[in-house]
């Protein structure tokens, strides 16, 4: 048979536009999709080139340049599913590069679901990478920026582009999702980009002489661009791409600047830093940068006192030409011995403490440090023991808003007469070395999901993210966890309860406590577990060794002292409740309502079903129909407490007014420190857009929560209540909003 006669059985040279008219009317008629199908299909098959017959379909068209699956996009991706079935359609050589050159023009203007498929079917990825190159160079010069990103992403051409270049109208345009993408699959590339912005962070670098090239850019937000901006995209970057900090020195130096900051806060404002943990972060804050040294002689100048700033310039070794006039004559001064006041004001301070804070029951030498797997085995024969009642805690470095999750350094296990504190740094270290990696984890996990012995904590599902980030072979415990009582839901109870705490069973000399504050300018309001202990056992925790360094060794007496107590004290806690629950306005059944429960979470707070899903917008998909049985049970305000991040202010006073208790970040704080307070003080954290995929990985399943930023206060509270369940009663509403009437006269 000839070609010819091969010809005439099949109808060819349709007109690709008849072919369009006939689609456009069954498209009309949602109906027919099958015959639309089946119509589009022998289309293809009656055009003497479906390849161009396609591109005169979208070229005469313009139904496809809008969002969602229009026709344009139906023809498209049938015919690439049609020429894996007709493979002998495909073109080459000088016809295929005319194919080529047309459907880049189309790329320009089509919307994303139609680039895949049109780059699949005429084979861009072959193309001349020169002349591909030119085209998104034509569109960057015309202004279209994302246009030719997301281009350069399609075909990957950015090995052969300018980071810098192409990057810099993004950021200005607050796109910084695309400018993600476009480094995500180039190590090298990342590198580049964060260099670049650290440079954009240097001390005297002036932004604006970047804005000034770009100042006819279509929607531009200047102020989306500045160096706090740049900061927390740099540090995203880093979290993200798992790059070195070393590579952006200016962004990491800022941040220490700013924990230093915070540190003199912390100690001379607030008075809630001890001296000598103090100094420990202070030390590891500044190390050897002589630009942060300089900076922290400067702000003991300012909050201390010169011969203050002498004694720290002596240990920095700081060259006399780096001093302010003054600090450099009080060194030549500067005899270096501690005083005998200070040693005295030390002594008088501890006999202080221990009239005004909780303290520990039993002996100091009931207390062990245990750093090497030998020492840990009579741990577990003491604690692995049915029946066994155990309270359990968790100590870590603050992070002060630097990258990564945190990694529990110290894990605390008291039991009635005794506590042990584990070195987990150490016993890592020695899993490693000796080949006992399994060892350890094994018997956490034993501990976790034996429901015959009672574990008590306070916010436990912080603290086993921490402990599943420390160590990857415990990531499940918190699914496994059986006889686990979470000594914070019983804070929400009391919290509820009725009960007046001046004037129940349990009386508390608040006026004695606040006058020792006044005394000493020492005391902030308690909250948390100490504010729990006070509650219950009379007298808070001593709180002052918190933010220790708690991975340096060795540690010291007070850190020692605090972390037993931390743990030791929900055993007192526990016991107090348990005896005589109806004086503190709790159920009778105490004891039979907390032992044994399989949950770690509050069930204030309580977990998503396996058929649900969290979206990032903060919408709950349900496998269910029956939507009862998804929602969380019904709680008050008062029970439900939350970290609002700084982009959310109006969310929180608006919360505030209807009685739930909520904190703030102010404007300058990193998103990474709603986890902190999180974990801290067994909170929701509420956030909206990109920082809810951080943050939501580093606290407990449930506990983060995304609302639409677009939306009013009030529409996001409506949605932030209906999700937890939170029932707003009027007495709610007037007691909250009287405060804050009173508040604003």
């Given at each position: 048979?000839?070609?010819?006669?091969?010809?005439?059985d099949q109808?060819?040279?349709?007109?690709?536009?008849?072919?369009?008219?006939?689609?456009?009317?069954?498209w009309?008629k949602?109906?027919?999709?099958k015959?639309?199908?089946?119509?589009?299909r022998?289309?293809?098959?009656?055009?003497?080139?479906?390849?161009?017959?396609?591109?005169?379909?979208?070229?005469?068209?313009?139904?496809?340049?809008?969002?969602?699956?229009?026709?344009?996009?139906?023809?498209?991706?049938?015919?690439?599913?049609?020429?894996k079935?007709?493979?002998?359609?495909?073109?080459?050589?000088?016809?295929?590069?005319?194919l080529?050159?047309?459907?880049?023009r189309?790329?320009?203007?089509?919307?994303?679901?139609?680039?895949?498929p049109?780059?699949?079917?005429?084979?861009?990825?072959?193309?001349?990478?020169?002349?591909?190159?030119?085209?998104?160079?034509?569109?960057?010069?015309?202004?279209?920026?994302?246009?030719?990103?997301?281009?350069?992403?399609?075909?990957?051409?950015q090995?052969?582009?300018?980071?810098?270049?192409?990057?810099?109208?993004?950021?200005?345009?607050?796109?910084?999702?695309l400018?993600?993408?476009y480094?995500?699959?180039?190590?090298?590339l990342?590198?580049?980009?964060?260099?670049?912005?650290?440079?954009?962070?240097?001390?005297?670098?002036?932004?604006?002489?970047?804005?000034?090239?770009?100042?006819?850019?279509?929607?531009?937000?200047p102020?989306k661009?500045n160096?706090?901006?740049?900061?927390?995209?740099?540090?995203?970057?880093l979290?993200r791409?798992?790059?070195?900090?070393a590579?952006c020195?200016n962004?990491?130096?800022?941040?220490?600047?700013?924990?230093?900051?915070?540190?003199?806060y912390?100690?001379?404002?607030?008075?809630?830093m001890?001296?000598?943990?103090?100094t420990?972060?202070?030390?590891s804050?500044?190390?050897?940068?002589?630009?942060?040294?300089?900076?922290?002689?400067q702000?003991?100048?300012?909050?201390c006192?010169?011969?203050?700033?002498a004694?720290?310039?002596?240990?920095?070794?700081?060259?006399?030409?780096?001093?302010?006039?003054?600090?450099?004559?009080?060194?030549?001064?500067?005899q270096?011995?501690?005083?005998?006041?200070?040693?005295?004001?030390?002594?008088?301070?501890?006999?202080s403490k221990?009239?005004?804070?909780?303290?520990?029951?039993?002996?100091r030498a009931?207390i062990?440090?245990l750093?090497?797997?030998?020492?840990?085995?009579?741990?577990?024969?003491?604690v692995?023991?049915?029946?066994?009642?155990?309270?359990?805690?968790?100590?870590?470095r603050p992070?002060?808003?630097?990258?990564?999750k945190?990694?529990?350094?110290?894990?605390?296990?008291?039991?009635n007469?005794?506590?042990?504190?584990?070195?987990?740094?150490?016993?890592?270290?020695?899993a490693?070395t000796?080949?006992?990696?399994?060892?350890?984890?094994?018997?956490?996990?034993?501990?976790?999901?034996?429901?015959?012995i009672?574990?008590l904590?306070?916010g436990?599902?912080?603290?086993?993210s921490?402990?599943a980030?420390?160590?990857?072979?415990?990531?499940?415990?918190?699914k496994?966890?059986?006889?686990?009582?979470?000594?914070?839901?019983?804070?929400?109870?009391l919290?509820?309860?009725?009960i007046?705490?001046?004037?129940g069973s349990?009386?508390v000399?608040?006026?004695?406590?606040?006058q020792s504050?006044?005394?000493?300018?020492?005391?902030?309001?308690?909250?948390?577990?100490?504010?729990?202990?006070?509650?219950v056992?009379g007298?808070?925790l001593?709180?002052?060794?918190?933010l220790?360094?708690?991975?340096?060794?060795?540690?010291?007496?007070e850190q020692?002292?605090?972390?037993?107590?931390?743990?030791?004290?929900?055993?007192?806690?526990?016991?107090?409740l348990?005896?005589?629950?109806?004086?503190?306005?709790?159920?009778s059944?105490?004891?039979?309502?907390?032992?044994?429960?399989?949950?770690?979470?509050?069930?204030?707070?309580?977990?998503?079903?396996?058929?649900?899903v969290?979206?990032?917008?903060?919408q709950?998909?349900?496998?269910?129909?029956?939507?009862?049985?998804?929602r969380?049970?019904?709680?008050s305000?008062?029970?439900?407490?939350?970290?609002?991040?700084?982009?959310?202010?109006?969310?929180?006073?608006?919360?505030?007014c209807?009685?739930?208790d909520?904190?703030?970040l102010?404007n300058?704080?990193?998103?990474?420190k709603?986890?902190?307070?999180?974990r801290?003080?067994?909170?929701?954290?509420?956030?909206?857009?990109?920082?809810?995929?951080?943050?939501?990985?580093?606290?407990?399943e449930?506990?983060?929560?995304?609302?639409?930023c677009?939306?009013?206060?009030?529409?996001?509270?409506?949605?932030?209540?209906?999700?937890?369940?939170?029932?707003?009663?009027?007495?709610?509403?007037?007691?909250?909003?009287?405060?804050?009437?009173?508040?604003?006269?």
């Open positions: 048979m000839n070609q010819d006669s091969d010809s005439s109808p060819t040279g349709q007109d690709p536009l008849l072919l369009l008219k006939t689609l456009q009317l069954l009309t949602k109906e027919m999709k015959q639309l199908k089946e119509e589009i022998r289309g293809f098959a009656g055009l003497e080139d479906p390849l161009a017959g396609l591109l005169d379909m979208l070229e005469s068209s313009s139904d496809w340049k809008g969002k969602g699956h229009s026709l344009g996009y139906y023809i498209t991706t049938e015919l690439q599913l049609w020429i079935e007709h493979p002998a359609v495909q073109q080459s050589g000088i016809k295929l590069k005319k080529q050159a047309r459907v880049l189309i790329l320009a203007q089509c919307p994303a679901n139609l680039l895949d049109l780059i699949s079917i005429y084979q861009l990825h072959t193309a001349d990478r020169n002349y591909l190159l030119g085209h998104v160079s034509h569109l960057y010069h015309k202004g279209d920026y994302k246009e030719a990103a997301i281009l350069s992403i399609k075909l990957k051409l090995p052969d582009q300018d980071v810098e270049k192409m990057c810099t109208p993004l950021l200005l345009q607050d796109k910084t999702n400018v993600e993408d480094v995500g699959e180039y190590p090298e990342q590198s580049k980009l964060l260099q670049i912005l650290d440079t954009w962070c240097e001390p005297g670098f002036n932004i604006r002489d970047i804005t000034r090239q770009y100042q006819g850019l279509s929607r531009y937000k102020d661009f160096r706090k901006m740049l900061s927390k995209l740099v540090f995203r970057l979290d791409f798992n790059v070195d900090p590579l020195p962004v990491i130096n800022q941040r220490h600047l700013r924990t230093l900051n915070y540190l003199f912390k100690r001379f404002v607030e008075k809630t001890t001296q000598e943990n103090w420990d972060h202070v030390q804050t500044v190390g050897e940068n002589r630009w942060l040294q300089g900076h922290l002689i702000l003991l100048i300012s909050y006192d010169l011969k203050t700033a004694r720290w310039a002596q240990r920095c070794n700081l060259p006399k030409e780096m001093l302010p006039y003054g600090v450099a004559d009080e060194l030549q001064k500067l270096i011995q501690e005083r005998v006041e200070e040693a005295t004001k030390a002594d008088n301070y501890e006999e221990k009239k005004d804070y909780y303290q520990l029951p039993i002996p009931n062990h440090f750093q090497t797997w030998e020492e840990t085995l009579q741990c577990w024969e003491k692995l023991r049915p029946g066994q009642v155990v309270g359990i805690d968790m100590e870590w992070s002060f808003g630097m990258v990564g945190p990694r529990v350094s110290l894990l605390q296990i008291a039991l007469d005794e506590v042990f504190l584990l070195d987990l740094p150490r016993l890592l270290e020695h490693e000796e080949g006992g990696k399994e060892k350890l984890p094994h018997f956490i996990q034993m501990l976790y999901s034996d429901a015959a009672t574990k904590g306070y436990m599902s912080g603290d086993l921490s402990l980030a420390t160590w990857p072979a415990l990531k499940d415990t918190d496994q966890a059986q006889g686990v009582v979470d000594l914070l839901t019983v804070d929400k109870q919290q509820k309860s009725s007046d705490w001046k004037k349990r009386k000399d608040v006026l004695s406590l606040e504050n006044e005394d000493r300018g020492f005391r902030q309001p308690e909250k948390g577990l100490s504010l729990l202990v006070q509650h056992l007298k808070p001593d709180k002052t060794e918190q220790s360094n708690w991975e340096k060794r060795p540690l010291r007496e020692i002292l605090y972390a037993a107590s931390d743990a030791y004290c929900l055993l007192e806690i526990y016991e107090k348990c005896k005589d629950p109806a004086s503190f306005g709790l159920s059944d105490l004891t039979a309502s907390l032992v044994g429960k399989s949950s770690i979470k509050p069930t204030a707070k309580k977990q998503l079903n396996k058929q649900e969290l979206s990032p917008s903060g709950q998909c349900k496998g269910s129909k029956k939507e009862t049985s998804c969380p049970a019904p709680i305000p008062k029970e439900f407490s939350v970290v609002c991040d700084n982009m959310l202010q109006g969310l929180g006073r608006y919360l505030r209807l009685g739930v909520v904190q703030m102010e300058e704080d990193d998103h990474r709603a986890a902190e307070i999180a801290q003080e067994g909170r929701v954290i509420l956030t909206s857009g990109l920082p809810y995929q951080t943050l939501q990985s580093q606290v407990a449930g506990r983060c929560f995304s609302v639409n677009s939306e009013k206060a009030k529409e996001q509270a409506l949605q932030v209540l209906k999700h937890f369940n939170v029932q707003v009663s009027l007495a709610d509403i007037f007691s909250r909003c009287q405060g804050v009437i009173h508040w604003m006269t």
